[in-house]
């Protein structure tokens, strides 16, 4: 079973809009990794957070964690079209294994 | 390009044919990870290596599923007897050990699998 569960599952914005999409989790992680895919290619990393940490920007990316409710967000703000994509949350455990979930579809309307 | 690569990209294969896809990570990477991805879904962990060792596999990787790292370098995962549930994208990933168990995965594009 997948431990990661994005939510929502599909996500229409305008350009320029913010897109936030939540990552929920089952057990406890070493850390939480975020990856896009555009369709049909590979999956790209966006950013790394580790279980110490709440709070970590990239760019136009902020990822937040909170492990006592054991969860996780990605904000895309002032979004382009070409973040259109899907978006994944990884919870890595022991031996840095990677649960996905099912994914946040993002549509980013020009 | 040093990032990680997959052979083939996309096969095409019979039920009950027996298939193998390669995998070179990047090159001072000593973790590399096997997934499967369907459809829509997320990519799912079939197994992984710390060098040459095979440190887990998931229940997933049925008795037909077999995955070696012989010299701790590339990868190569065989399935036999291809079934039509088989079908999906196979990608693979590398990373670093060193430092904790912190270090971002790179992913290769994958091997598209269908099987007829």
């Known amino acids: 079973s997948q431990q990661g569960e994005e939510d929502p599952q599909a996500l229409s914005i305008q350009e320029g809009e913010n897109a936030t999409m939540n990552c929920s989790y089952k057990t406890s992680i070493n850390n939480l990794q975020w990856y896009r895919q555009n369709s049909g290619r590979g999956l790209v990393h966006l950013i790394l957070?580790?279980?110490?940490?709440r709070e970590k920007h990239s760019g136009r990316l902020r990822v937040t964690l909170d492990t006592s409710k054991k969860s996780s967000s990605l904000l895309i703000t002032a979004s382009r079209a070409a973040d259109t994509a899907s978006y994944f949350c990884a919870p890595a455990a022991a031996g840095n294994k990677l649960t996905f979930g099912g994914g946040t579809r993002v549509l980013v309307k020009p | 390009d040093t990032g990680v690569s997959q052979d083939p990209r996309h096969k095409i294969t019979k039920r009950g044919q027996n298939v193998t896809f390669r995998c070179d990570p990047i090159s001072e990477h000593n973790r590399l990870y096997w997934y499967r991805q369907t459809l829509g879904q997320g990519p799912e962990f079939l197994t992984y290596?710390?060098?040459?060792?095979?440190?887990?596999k998931s229940r997933l990787l049925s008795d037909r599923f077999s995955a070696e790292r012989p010299k701790g370098s590339f990868s190569t995962l065989e399935i036999q007897r291809t079934e039509q549930g088989d079908s999906a994208m196979y990608l693979c990933?590398?990373?670093?050990?060193?430092?904790?168990?912190?270090?971002?995965?790179?992913f290769g594009p994958g091997t598209r699998l269908t099987v007829l």
């Open positions: 957070i580790r279980s110490n940490e």
């Open positions: 990933a590398s990373s670093l050990a060193s430092g904790g168990p912190y270090n971002e995965q790179f």
């Open positions: 290596f710390q060098n040459e060792a095979q440190l887990e």
